[in-house]
């Protein structure tokens, strides 16, 4: 499944973020807005349990979330994303996982992997502005899914079809959400038009 939520509010802060003129604060502040408008997005299939509560009025059948929603950020960037998405889902746990991309070969790198136990039972969002070649998705559901997670979501903000592509092959049951898809990748695998290199926008490393 692909969900690009085209949303006027996400279209509007994702348009300023592109701007090569944006400062760290406004990119950083819009991303984190956007991050917590397309986890409504996302989190609107969970599933949910009835209890029996007791109102003022009297007996009620209300609806509480049944499973644990584990957020896992690919550092760094997918950083960005996480208080957004917090924000919305308070009581989520949270996983990292350390990858950077080989800027030569573009092949994903692991250096950091931190997961809650409960994997199995859970639904997981991996978290990560940019799905490129989508080399570094695919890296982080494999690590994921070795660790027992079984319902995956991938949240991404821009992604192309190269990226799309990638991760439906290799894991056809994960459920992909982008805030935009853009045109391509350039020759040194950047996605076009895009918004530069998250990390260092997000961070102010460049
Ligand atoms: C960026 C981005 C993704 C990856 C996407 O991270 O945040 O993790 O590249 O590219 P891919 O789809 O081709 O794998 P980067 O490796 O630059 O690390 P950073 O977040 O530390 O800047
Ligand atoms: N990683 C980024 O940060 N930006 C891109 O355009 C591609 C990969």
């Known amino acids: 499944m692909l969900e690009v939520l085209n949303h006027p509010m996400i ?5 300023l973020m592109r701007d090569k003129n944006c400062t760290t604060k406004d990119f950083r502040e819009n991303l984190d807005e956007i991050a917590e408008l397309m986890a409504y997005e996302v989190c609107r299939d969970l ?6 509560i007791e109102t003022p009025m009297g007996p009620c059948t209300g609806y509480t979330l049944s499973k644990e929603v584990v957020i896992v950020p690919i550092l760094r ?3 960005g994303l996480l208080d ?7 009581t989520a746990k949270v996983g ?11 092949e994903p790198h692991e250096y950091f992997a931190k997961f809650p136990k409960e994997l199995a039972d859970s639904i997981v969002m991996i978290v990560d502005p940019m799905l490129a070649t989508g080399g570094s998705a695919v890296a ?5 899914k070795k660790r027992g997670a079984k319902q ?35 020759e040194i695998g950047y996605i076009v038009p ?13």
């Open 11 to 15: 279209t509007h802060k994702l348009t």
């Open 47 to 52: 599933p949910v349990k009835p209890v029996d």
């Open 77 to 79: 960037a997918g950083i």
């Open 84 to 90: 957004g998405i917090r924000r919305l889902v308070p």
């Open 96 to 106: 990292f996982i350390g990858l950077y991309r080989d800027e030569e070969t573009l």
């Open 140 to 144: 982080a559901i494999d690590m994921i």
């Open 152 to 186: 995956i979501k991938l949240v991404c903000l821009v992604g192309v079809p190269e990226g799309v592509k990638a991760v439906q092959t290799a894991h056809p049951d994960v459920d992909i959400y982008l805030a935009a898809m853009d045109d391509h990748l350039n």
């Open 194 to 206: 895009g918004l530069g290199d998250a990390g260092d926008r997000i961070f102010g490393t460049k």
